[in-house]
Nanobody
Framework: QVQLVESGGGSVQAGGSLRLSCAAS????????MAWFRQAPGKEREFVAA????????YYADAVQGRFPISRDQAKNTVYLQMNSLKPEDKAVYYC???????????????WGQGTQVTVSS
């Protein structure tokens, strides 16, 4: 059984930082590409960042490029999203996803976490 559990969300002021974590109970974690998506009220689920199974290649949405580096710890079966210089428009529920194919489409991923709320005040 595959399970993804996000943590690290919270409420911060604009310009602040948060570090999201996603613990994956996947036996073959190293074989999976990992990604973060987010969804704000009234909006579609949006791609944020992805990292290949090897950890050597990353992809970012234009909105977070340079601000939200994604990384993974193979030994801990965990993927991270370091969120820096947060803006009010970053407020959303952030979801961790895992799949065998990397992509910016939600349909590319097979497993999803329940999400963690990120709130940014101005």
């Amino acid at each position: 059984q595959v399970q993804l559990v996000e943590s690290g969300g919270g409420s911060v002021q604009a310009g602040g930082s948060l570090r999201l974590s996603c613990a994956a109970s996947i036996r073959t974690f190293r074989n999976y590409n990992m990604a973060w998506f987010r969804q704000a009220p009234g909006k579609e689920r949006e791609f944020v960042a992805a990292i290949m199974w090897s950890g050597g290649t990353t992809y970012y949405a234009d909105a977070v490029q340079g601000r939200f580096p994604i990384s993974r710890d193979q030994a801990k079966n965990t993927v991270y999203l370091q969120m820096n210089s947060l803006k009010p428009e970053d407020k959303a529920v952030y979801y961790c996803a895992a799949g065998r194919v990397t992509g910016s489409y939600a349909g590319s991923y097979d497993y999803w976490g329940q999400g963690t709320q990120v709130t940014v005040s101005s």
